[in-house]
């Protein structure tokens, strides 16, 4: 599987939107992007993927660079709630198969 | 309506002890995985089990382990003999299989398993 690199960490304030960073330079054409986030003593949630367009769902939003080469979540309005590890997994069900393949993720804080 | 369910969701055990954990996947559900999330590995793959294929027990790391699933729905995974590097959390997951996109995966809280 394609790897992707992100932040190790990230803090917002409440209220404010935020941008999570996704590098995955060496993505193949039939690679997808997705995004998982966990909770503290929680499973693993799906947030939202896309192939070449932005996506919008009741979420977040997700930004592709025009070469794929890079992705963006966006949280519109972070809550409390939104603070956990993000993660950006890049799937080729075609190769790989349906495991999702987890990195370390971004550590998300959000401050009152 | 219900998500996936596992139990127990604390395990402590002994060291030599055999284990096993419970998934209920969601119902209607064709797919189903286990992962495991342990410090300083992160979540790592396990098996997966898809219809009536044989699974994929790729990321099983060893014999030890083992996992089945009865009649298309539940499954349970045994681990025989547990050392103390099995601690973990163990990470069930479900989905409806779809070629293309990847289809969504919908996990359970996961059991906590202690090996002591």
């Known amino acids: 599987d394609a790897k992707t690199t992100q932040p190790n960490s990230m803090e917002s304030n409440e209220e404010e939107p935020v941008h999570l960073p996704c590098n995955h330079s060496t993505i193949s054409g039939t690679d997808y992007i997705h995004w998982y986030r966990q909770l503290p003593s929680q499973g693993p949630e799906y947030v939202i993927h896309?192939?070449?367009s932005n996506v919008n769902n009741r979420m977040a939003s997700l930004a592709i660079a025009e070469d794929r080469k890079s992705s963006t979540l966006i949280l519109h309005r972070a809550t409390l709630r939104d603070a956990a590890v993000y993660y950006c997994?890049?799937?080729?069900?075609?190769?790989?198969?349906?495991?999702?393949?987890f990195g370390e993720g971004t550590q998300l804080t959000v401050n009152p | 309506g219900a998500g996936v369910s596992q139990s127990p969701s604390n395990k402590v055990t002994e060291k030599g002890k055999d284990v096993e954990l419970r998934c209920d996947p969601i119902?209607?559900?064709?797919?189903l995985y286990w992962y495991r999330q342990s410090l300083g590995q992160g979540l790592e793959f396990l098996i997966y089990f898809q219809g009536n294929s044989a699974p994929d027990k790729s990321g099983l790391p060893s014999d030890r382990f083992s996992a089945e699933r009865t009649g298309g729905s539940v499954s349970t995974l045994t681990i025989q003999r547990t050392q103390q590097e099995d601690s973990a959390v163990y990470l069930c997951?479900?989905?409806?299989?779809?070629?293309?996109?990847?289809?969504?995966?919908?996990f359970g809280p996961g059991t906590r398993l202690l090996v002591l």
């Open positions: 896309g192939l070449t």
């Open positions: 997994i890049l799937r080729d069900v075609e190769t790989s198969g349906s495991r999702l393949t």
């Open positions: 997951a479900s989905s409806m299989y779809s070629q293309g996109s990847g289809e969504t995966q919908y």
């Open positions: 119902s209607g559900h064709t797919a």
